[in-house]
């Protein structure tokens, strides 16, 4: 070892104490804290905590709240009993619930579903197997879309997680040469509503199964995009994708096995005239997986989640798409840890 380093916990205490901070702000989600703080900003300690009905004492709710201000999710004049809280730019911003810019929905979820298997990590790595409702045998998909509160959960979280690069792909790909465009997997619709508002000349279709459909028409409706943003209802292992001159799957391949992985580009490509394009929006690993963590993270993820589905780099998927024919891909950058992986037909 060096002489000029010297051992020192504090990384390993920071990440081992990691789920308390996790906790601590999905508990403030979950509260409506920041929603609350946007409607009536500068509030006090007490204001809030009679607000939300806590039992605990003052001082701890005090501690909560200094924590969350420390963590920088709050703003604070003042101190203790005397102390008056406000949003963040960040928290004003994307954890007001009233807003569009919303991005909780992933948090709420976390806090509902993973937040709980997570614990079972361990278990999960030893034998290989989902740590979710699927424990019980029961296929994961189907049990989300069976249930409508737990779908609503599920959509809500894949929105939060995906907005920011949804948003992000509308405005730097270059969508000049095509007119179509079809989200597999579309879920709630607001890839499509965002990219037909970003460009005015494109024609959308959200394309999932039959019970997600009702909520992809209401944001659709929401948006009065219905002359250009459409839904079509069905299971892309079974039926055709619908045609258009680009595919988009945002967190799907991940989801799955490799050569589910493989079966679904195939059919993105079969669905696609000469000169389309695939694109996958992920948390595209590094190809030297040393930095984007989160994808990494995310991948252990799907095996809480999912039978087989892990998360993939860039080299992975040149791979997959030179075997289902594709003739060249490229890397876009998006929103934080995320990218789009773009094969062209």
Same mark, same amino acid.
């Given at each position: 070892m060096s002489t000029s380093q010297h051992p +020192?916990? !504090? +990384? #390993?205490?920071? #990440? %081992? /104490?990691g789920f308390m901070a996790c906790k601590t702000l999905l508990a403030a989600v979950n509260f409506g804290i920041f929603t609350k703080l946007a409607a009536h900003p500068d509030q006090s300690a007490k204001s809030l905590k009679n607000q &939300?009905?806590?039992q605990c004492t003052d001082r701890h709710f005090y501690d909560f709240l200094d924590t969350l201000t420390g963590f920088g999710f709050l703003s604070r004049e003042g101190i203790l009993d005397t102390a008056i809280y406000s949003n963040t730019i960040d928290t004003e911003v994307f954890l007001d619930k009233n807003k569009p810019s919303y991005i909780g929905g992933i948090l709420e979820m976390m806090n509902s579903r993973l937040y709980g298997f997570w614990g079972n990590l361990e278990e999960g790595l030893k034998t290989g197997t989902p740590q979710n409702e699927a424990k019980g045998g029961i296929n994961i998909f189907e049990m989300l879309y069976s249930d409508p509160e737990k779908l609503k959960i599920f959509v809500n979280g894949m929105t939060g997680v995906q907005l920011g690069n949804f948003m992000a792909? /509308?405005?730097?790909f270059d969508f000049s040469p095509y007119k179509t465009l079809t989200d597999a997997g579309g879920s709630g619709a607001y890839l499509s509503t965002i990219v037909a508002q970003e460009n005015p000349h494109? =024609?959308?279709v959200s394309f999932d199964l039959h019970p997600v459909e009702a909520i992809a028409k209401e944001t659709i409706k929401k948006s009065h995009l219905e002359d250009r943003v459409t839904t079509q209802s069905g299971d892309f292992f079974q039926d055709p994708i619908p045609a258009a001159d680009i595919i988009v799957m945002g967190n799907i391949l991940h989801d799955w096995n490799e050569q589910e992985k493989v079966q679904l580009m195939q059919k993105a490509y079969d669905a696609l005239p000469v000169g389309g394009a695939f694109v996958a929006i992920e948390n595209i690993i590094d190809n030297d997986r040393k930095e984007n963590l989160f994808g990494m993270m995310m991948s252990l993820n799907m095996l809480i989640e999912t039978q087989g589905g892990f998360d993939y780099?860039?080299?992975d998927f040149k791979k997959w798409a030179k075997s289902t024919g594709f003739k060249s891909c !490229? &890397? &876009? /950058? &998006? =929103? %934080?840890p995320a990218s789009a992986a773009i094969a062209y037909k």
């Amino acid at each position: 070892m060096s002489t000029s380093q010297h051992p +020192n916990p !504090e +990384n #390993i205490l920071k #990440i %081992g /104490s990691g789920f308390m901070a996790c906790k601590t702000l999905l508990a403030a989600v979950n509260f409506g804290i920041f929603t609350k703080l946007a409607a009536h900003p500068d509030q006090s300690a007490k204001s809030l905590k009679n607000q &939300l009905d806590l039992q605990c004492t003052d001082r701890h709710f005090y501690d909560f709240l200094d924590t969350l201000t420390g963590f920088g999710f709050l703003s604070r004049e003042g101190i203790l009993d005397t102390a008056i809280y406000s949003n963040t730019i960040d928290t004003e911003v994307f954890l007001d619930k009233n807003k569009p810019s919303y991005i909780g929905g992933i948090l709420e979820m976390m806090n509902s579903r993973l937040y709980g298997f997570w614990g079972n990590l361990e278990e999960g790595l030893k034998t290989g197997t989902p740590q979710n409702e699927a424990k019980g045998g029961i296929n994961i998909f189907e049990m989300l879309y069976s249930d409508p509160e737990k779908l609503k959960i599920f959509v809500n979280g894949m929105t939060g997680v995906q907005l920011g690069n949804f948003m992000a792909f /509308s405005k730097k790909f270059d969508f000049s040469p095509y007119k179509t465009l079809t989200d597999a997997g579309g879920s709630g619709a607001y890839l499509s509503t965002i990219v037909a508002q970003e460009n005015p000349h494109m =024609a959308c279709v959200s394309f999932d199964l039959h019970p997600v459909e009702a909520i992809a028409k209401e944001t659709i409706k929401k948006s009065h995009l219905e002359d250009r943003v459409t839904t079509q209802s069905g299971d892309f292992f079974q039926d055709p994708i619908p045609a258009a001159d680009i595919i988009v799957m945002g967190n799907i391949l991940h989801d799955w096995n490799e050569q589910e992985k493989v079966q679904l580009m195939q059919k993105a490509y079969d669905a696609l005239p000469v000169g389309g394009a695939f694109v996958a929006i992920e948390n595209i690993i590094d190809n030297d997986r040393k930095e984007n963590l989160f994808g990494m993270m995310m991948s252990l993820n799907m095996l809480i989640e999912t039978q087989g589905g892990f998360d993939y780099t860039f080299e992975d998927f040149k791979k997959w798409a030179k075997s289902t024919g594709f003739k060249s891909c !490229e &890397l &876009l /950058s &998006l =929103a %934080g840890p995320a990218s789009a992986a773009i094969a062209y037909k």
